[in-house]
């Protein structure tokens, strides 16, 4: 059977006499391993998404040296069959085509392992891949390296950057003119203290942004440090650096209504704040609808309208409304075909809230009422973050594999797919039917990354 067949059937067609010559498999129960810690993934070349008509390259490490690996998909042995051998770091890396026309998905992979003999499998994801659409008017400027987030008001944008892992040394607070796209005021966060290893501490970097705007404050997230900060939104100086380990691991921060509201990742309960006098407030505990499974939060989304606040779990695939009168979880709708949920957005128009899910290259539209799914629209690899705009009456998706920003309707029809830069990792809207995105990049000499581009629809 033919990898293609292999990839796009499900019919397992080898006879297990060939099965067995195409493994050199030894003889039942024999060759036990004491144990295994083996590590496999897939990843397309130079980090690329994998996509129909692409190559896959998975690698495996922590496999005893000279251990061999045979890779099955659909019961076919990929490669004809051929084992790759673990090298003396246990460590190995082979090639796999995919097939034109495969459909996206995730496709379990067994790898059949002898010397001594094991089994595991992984899921190797093929992503879709969208032509170019739509027609836009688009303005970028580089800005530092590491961009995450943007946030907007009339009078300015903020963006944050943040470069590295642990000890994080480099890290900007930018204050943007959101015509011009001129920095107006940047700021390097303060010295963080030294971590519980004793090592040095790097710097209180920033990740995720809102403004108070009612309080003229600008808060980030510390995510390396567990808190968050606060600086004017005027000149960026430091109002309040919150303790270390105030939140855990904080992802965003939106403000409305006098209160600022920032998602603990993973943890079932979102930290809630009195804007004016930056002391914490109770926090809204969240429940997840399936058994024995705990809420874990991701990104926050805020209504005025309905004054409901939306948090997606990125543990268990389930989107939570929460009403801020009362500060009480109203429903959790569970998100049937969405893996690692991540980015929510709520269009009040219509009452459907658009959901985006790195694990499985798709977004979903529910009707916030009765949490039945509207559509699923495959949108690219990795889609981070979702905004709808009422102005334009579209639903904005930074895709960040695919480095692209998707637009669509609310009853899910792509009008538009724009190559943006490597990485997409943010959006916001900008209150007149445009939108600016944020895009990281995949190294210091990236010529398209780290900038940030105002996206308005022609016509």
């Known amino acids: ?13 080898l006879a297990l006499g060939a099965l067995l010559a195409s493994t050199a498999l ?3 129960f024999t060759d036990l391993a004491r144990g295994f810690a083996g590590e496999l993934a897939a990843s397309g070349e130079n980090r690329a998404p994998i996509v129909p008509g692409s190559t896959a390259i998975v690698s495996g490490e922590g496999f005893a040296p000279g251990q061999q690996v045979v890779l099955r998909q659909n019961g076919v042995a990929l490669n004809d069959g051929a084992a790759v051998t673990a090298d003396a770091e246990g460590k190995f890396s082979t090639t796999v085509a995919i097939p034109e026309g495969t459909e996206p998905g995730l496709y379990p992979v067994v790898a059949e392992i002898s010397g001594p003999a094991y089994a595991s499998t992984f899921e190797l994801k093929v992503s879709p891949d969208l032509p170019e659409s739509g027609s836009f008017d688009v303005t970028q400027r580089k800005l530092p390296r590491g961009l995450y987030q943007v946030a907007v008001t009339p009078e300015a944008l903020y963006v944050t950057a943040a470069v590295g892992r642990p000890p994080v040394k480099e890290s900007t607070l930018l204050k943007l003119d ?27 970097a920033v990740y995720g942004v809102g403004v108070d705007q009612q309080n003229g404050r600008v808060w980030v997230t510390n995510t390396r440090q567990d808190t968050v900060a606060v600086y004017s939104a005027e000149d960026l100086s430091l109002v309040k650096q919150f303790d270390v380990d105030a939140v855990p691991h904080p ?4 403000a409305m209504g006098g209160r600022v509201y920032v998602s603990a990742t993973f943890e079932s309960v979102v930290h809630v704040f009195d804007g004016a006098t930056m002391e914490e407030l109770a926090p809204i505990t969240l429940t997840s609808g399936k058994r024995r ?17 939306f948090v997606v779990s990125l543990g268990t695939d389930e989107v939570a ?20 949920t991540i980015g929510v957005g709520f269009d009040p128009d219509t009452g459907r809230i658009f959901t985006a899910a790195q694990g499985s290259d798709n977004v979903t539209i529910l009707d916030a009422e009765s949490g039945e799914v509207v559509a699923d629209v495959a949108v690219g690899a990795n889609p981070l973050n979702v905004v709808y705009d009422t102005q334009s009456d579209l639903a904005w998706v930074s895709v960040r594999g695919s480095g692209t920003l998707v637009a669509l ?25 445009g939108v600016y995105v944020v895009n990281k990049s995949r190294g210091a000499e990236d010529p398209s ?3 940030i581009s105002h996206v308005v629809p022609k016509g």
């Open 1 to 13: 059977m033919s990898l293609s067949m292999a990839f796009r059937s499900g019919v397992c067609g």
């Open 409 to 433: 309707t609310a009853e899910g029809e792509i009008v538009g797919n724009l190559p943006i830069g490597p990485l997409a990792n943010h959006a916001a809207l900008d209150g007149a039917g």
């Open 26 to 28: 030894a003889d039942p």
């Open 293 to 309: 499974e705990d809420f874990a939060s991701a990104t926050l989304h805020v209504d005025e309208a309905s004054n409901q606040l």
């Open 178 to 204: 959101p015509q011009t796209l001129d920095t107006l005021a940047e700021i390097t966060p303060a010295a963080a203290p030294a971590r519980a290893d004793g090592s040095e501490g790097g710097v209180f």
């Open 449 to 451: 990354g780290d900038q």
């Open 321 to 340: 409304v929460v009403d801020l009168d009362s500060g009480e979880q109203t429903a959790v709708y569970p998100l049937p075909g969405s893996k690692s």
């Open 251 to 254: 992802r965003d921060a939106v």
